[in-house]
């Protein structure tokens, strides 16, 4: 697991850190890691030419810092003073005493790197007018991008960007993953995020969010057993599609019986359609309860508005059994939320921006405090899905999630996922973790079927087994 962390968090892990540690020792920590990292993306230091784009606060020092050990390599170092009788004092003395030297806005038209520490966890509001015209330099000369702790311009807290934000390609970050480096615009911004440690470990608190790992979703992956049979697998039921759309039906029942195969029942009017292409699974047109006992339901996808579709949506929610509420049971659940929170059994309703809306309002630049306030309104786990996918639970938990592609902005690829999220969530987690994991493997599998070429939903269901045996360690 990987903690997600506020500017406020970081702040008291560095006070605390500092209490125990000579002045400076922090930063000497972060601008040689900072250091080592470009060294490496760079590959050499004799000869590179590095711009420094210095603000006056500590962000600005680090860079400074890490300007100086560059230099010391044989970098040409040069450093573009935001404010020059503000800039950190010993940092610009370190850089000096190292061979490099200030000068304009002129020289990113031929740096090999740039350093952005123009701002960090400090900032407020919208990048200032002087830093926007470096951040545009930047962009227009053919330098590496790389960020000093957090992309300036980018809210630590939470990804937004109000205004402009220097477009990294790479962060390097202090002592812990800040929650806006991975999520909304922020994530577009900071590219690949390295994290350095300066030792702050132990002084910091719970995190904000968190990130599963491949590891973390391994374990929810073990084989079954000798003593397993198909209902001890978890049965999943799907009411998805329709007799002229089959689609939905056919690409969700599909994505449950990939991804945990026990048992999937099928019950809604894309029963045909859905018995030719998955004959393992048990069929009916009738409704949800002539299908037979299922552990979990996952309802909506391509079923319709109308009041067929309704009562339908209503009859699973009546039950004390999880469900995964997608697509149209949405559009449904918008026009009667007490659907959902009169409920008392998990519900993990899966919007995207769109959807969410109708819910809930606009999701807003701050995606995480969206999917908490989603699911704080309806006492259920909300799964808004994203480039980076983000799940909240009504106590508050947050998942942000690491995988995926954009080449999963493609008709269908929801289906997929609200098919996987059925299968987790007869299994061992909990909603929200289940939901977590769910948008994990569905990131995976998209990862590997964008390695054959643009892919289809379809594609998702066919790569599921080996995302799956890949997750567990048990591929080549
Ligand atoms: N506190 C510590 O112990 C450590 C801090 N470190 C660095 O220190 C940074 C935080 O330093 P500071 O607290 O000095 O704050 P920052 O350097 O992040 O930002 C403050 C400066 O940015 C300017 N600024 C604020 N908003 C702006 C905007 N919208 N547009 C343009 N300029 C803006 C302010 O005028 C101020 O001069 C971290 O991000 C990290 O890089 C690291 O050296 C690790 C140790
Ligand atoms: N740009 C993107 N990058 C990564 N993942 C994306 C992107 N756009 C969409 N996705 C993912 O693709 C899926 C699309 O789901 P959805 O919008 O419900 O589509 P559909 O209704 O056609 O199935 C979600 O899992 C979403 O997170
Ligand atoms: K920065």
């Not at 491949?214 to 599609?241: E, N, T, W």
């Amino acid at each position: 697991m990987t903690g997600l962390f506020t500017a406020a968090q970081v702040r008291g892990a560095e006070r605390a850190a500092m209490a125990g540690l000579r002045p400076g020792v922090l930063m000497q920590r972060a601008a040689t890691g900072l250091a080592a990292v470009c060294l490496g993306l760079l590959g050499r230091a004799h000869g590179v030419r590095v711009v420094l784009l210095v603000g006056s606060g500590d962000n600005g020092g680090d860079a400074l810092f890490a300007g100086a050990v560059l230099a010391v390599r044989g970098a040409q170092v040069t450093a573009v003073l935001l404010a020059p009788d503000r800039a950190h004092a010993d940092g610009l003395a370190a850089l000096l005493r190292a061979g490099g030297r200030t000068g304009g806005a002129e020289s990113l038209a031929r740096a090999d790197l740039v350093l952005d520490g123009i701002v960090g966890i400090g900032g407020t509001g919208g990048l200032r007018d002087d830093a926007v015209a470096l951040v545009h330099a930047a962009v227009a000369g053919p330098g590496l991008l790389v960020a000093v702790d957090v992309p300036s311009g980018v809210s630590a807290d939470t990804g937004e960007v109000a205004g402009e934000a220097f477009p990294a390609q790479h962060t390097v970050t202090f002592g812990a993953v800040k929650t806006g480096l991975v999520v909304g615009a922020g994530r577009g911004a900071a590219g690949t995020v390295h994290l350095v440690d300066i030792g702050l470990g132990p002084h910091l608190p719970a995190p904000d969010a968190e990130q599963l790992t491949d590891a973390d979703v391994a374990v929810h992956l073990d084989p079954p057993g000798a003593g397993d049979d198909k209902y001890s697998r978890g049965v999943v039921g799907v009411i998805a599609g329709s007799a002229t759309y089959p689609g939905a039906g056919v690409l969700c029942t599909g994505a449950a019986l990939r991804a945990r195969p026990g048992l999937v029942r099928y019950a809604g009017t894309a029963a045909e359609g859905v018995k030719a292409a998955w004959p393992e699974a048990l069929v009916t047109s009738g409704r949800p309860g002539a299908a037979g006992r299922v552990q979990a339901w996952v309802v909506g996808p391509g079923m319709g508005t109308d009041e067929a579709a309704r009562s339908v949506l209503a009859e699973v929610l009546a039950t004390d059994l999880p469900v995964v509420v997608d697509a149209d049971a949405l559009t449904l659940v918008a026009a009667q939320p007490g659907l959902v929170g009169d409920r008392t059994a998990p519900t993990v309703l899966t919007p995207h921006d769109r959807e969410f809306a109708r819910l809930f309002g606009e999701v807003g630049g701050d995606r995480v405090a969206a999917a908490r306030r989603g699911a704080a309104a309806l006492g259920c786990t909300v799964l808004l899905k994203g480039d980076a996918t983000v799940v909240a639970d009504r106590d508050g938990a947050a998942f942000v999630n690491a995988t995926g592609t954009s080449w999963l902005a493609t008709a269908g690829t929801g289906d997929v996922l609200a098919g996987v999220l059925g299968a987790f969530l007869t299994g061992g987690p909990a909603a929200a973790e289940a939901a977590a994991v769910a948008a994990h493997v569905h990131g995976r599998a998209g990862q590997l079927a964008a390695e054959q070429g643009p892919l289809i939903a379809g594609d998702l269901v066919r790569v599921l087994p080996r995302t799956l045996a890949r997750l567990r360690g048990a591929d080549g």
